[in-house]
């Protein structure tokens, strides 16, 4: 099996096996992110994407039920590519119960309802998609490549197709002066959804990604412990949707997790009773290679 390092996927995808589709993210605009900066994206070769499925099975036997082809934004292949490798990877692996991509709303505007679909039947089950931000300001800042009408408009079509959507919502990315805004306009465009997943990560400063110069010269202010609970909780307050909220990741400073609407009181308390502790008992506000 072949990768070019890093690799990444999400906490979600920790027993999936990993067959790297792409190499690297064919949009790597994204000021916040580090993750491909240096890689030069390309498509690798279906034949050879196969080939690593062959060898999987061959060092693991039929161990997986899920598999995740990375890098950033797989879903940019051909419709016909993607069919054809989901296809082979579940006559493969005959357990499979999920298939999952990442898939930014830049390219997911790229596939027709129809392509969706399609993908659906091969054996696409879930996609990882970053929102980050509903607010149109702050995805300008980013340098996003969409805006909120495209995140609306690609998150509905997944959902219309049947696939599966865990929306990405990055906590403190409109910083200390857009927090309010981005709190209040993500649970806009997530209400519109109505994904399965809403999942939170804290922007972290890591060096490597173009924000990390704004940071270190103050122009961007990162939100304190308190802070960033309190826009996640102005978030909480308002989203009206039927999704699982997560916040599985080391990034953040309380571990929330609930379906909504049930579990949202169970949340809003847990925030407030950490509201109460002293900001000195969280986490170091910078995870300089998380």
């Given at each position: 099996?072949?990768?070019?390092?890093?690799?990444?996927?999400?906490?979600?995808?920790?027993?999936?096996?990993?067959?790297?589709?792409?190499?690297?993210?064919?949009?790597?605009?994204?000021?916040?992110?580090?993750?491909?900066?240096?890689?030069?994206?390309?498509?690798?070769?279906?034949?050879?994407?196969?080939?690593?499925?062959?060898?999987?099975?061959?060092?693991?036997?039929?161990?997986?039920?899920?598999?995740?082809?990375?890098?950033?934004?797989?879903?940019?292949?051909?419709?016909?590519?993607?069919?054809?490798?989901?296809?082979?990877?579940?006559?493969?692996?005959?357990?499979?119960?999920?298939?999952?991509l990442?898939?930014?709303?830049?390219?997911?505007?790229?596939?027709?309802?129809?392509?969706?679909?399609?993908?659906?039947?091969?054996?696409?089950?879930?996609?990882?998609?970053?929102?980050?931000?509903?607010?149109?300001?702050?995805?300008?800042?980013?340098?996003?490549?969409?805006?909120?009408?495209?995140?609306?408009?690609t998150?509905?079509?997944?959902?219309?197709?049947?696939?599966?959507?865990s929306?990405?919502?990055?906590?403190?990315?409109?910083?200390?002066?857009?927090?309010?805004?981005?709190?209040?306009?993500?649970?806009?465009?997530?209400?519109?959804?109505?994904?399965?997943f809403?999942?939170?990560?804290?922007?972290?400063?890591?060096?490597?990604?173009?924000?990390?110069?704004?940071?270190?010269?103050?122009?961007?202010?990162?939100?304190?412990?308190?802070?960033?609970?309190?826009?996640?909780?102005?978030?909480?307050?308002?989203?009206?949707?039927?999704?699982?909220?997560?916040?599985?990741?080391?990034?953040?400073?309380?571990?929330?997790?609930?379906?909504?609407?049930?579990?949202?009181q169970?949340?809003?308390?847990k925030?407030d009773r950490?509201?109460?502790?002293?900001?000195?008992?969280?986490?170091?506000?910078?995870?300089?290679?998380?």
């Open positions: 099996m072949r990768y070019e390092d890093p690799i990444y996927r999400p906490p979600s995808e920790a027993d999936s096996l990993l067959i790297q589709a792409t190499i690297g993210c064919p949009h790597n605009k994204c000021t916040f992110c580090g993750m491909y900066k240096g890689k030069r994206f390309r498509i690798r070769p279906v034949d050879e994407i196969k080939e690593d499925i062959l060898t999987a099975r061959k060092l693991y036997g039929d161990a997986f039920d899920s598999a995740f082809f990375p890098d950033g934004n797989t879903i940019i292949m051909r419709t016909s590519q993607l069919e054809e490798i989901f296809t082979f990877a579940r006559r493969t692996f005959p357990n499979l119960k999920r298939i999952t990442y898939a930014s709303a830049k390219f997911l505007k790229l596939k027709s309802l129809a392509d969706l679909k399609r993908l659906k039947v091969a054996g696409l089950n879930r996609l990882h998609k970053g929102l980050e931000s509903g607010n149109d300001e702050i995805l300008r800042r980013i340098q996003k490549g969409a805006d909120s009408k495209l995140m609306i408009s998150g509905q079509k997944v959902k219309a197709a049947g696939i599966e959507l929306e990405y919502v990055l906590v403190g990315i409109g910083g200390a002066e857009l927090w309010a805004e981005h709190a209040q306009d993500t649970a806009r465009v997530l209400n519109a959804i109505n994904p399965d809403i999942r939170l990560r804290t922007w972290v400063p890591v060096p490597n990604a173009p924000l990390y110069e704004d940071y270190q010269s103050g122009k961007f202010q990162l939100l304190s412990p308190h802070q960033a609970l309190k826009e996640t909780r102005l978030l909480l307050e308002n989203l009206d949707v039927s999704s699982l909220f997560l916040s599985d990741h080391i990034s953040n400073f309380v571990n929330l997790s609930g379906h909504l609407p049930r579990d949202k169970n949340m809003l308390d925030i950490a509201l109460k502790m002293d900001e000195s008992s969280f986490r170091s506000e910078i995870i300089e290679h998380l």
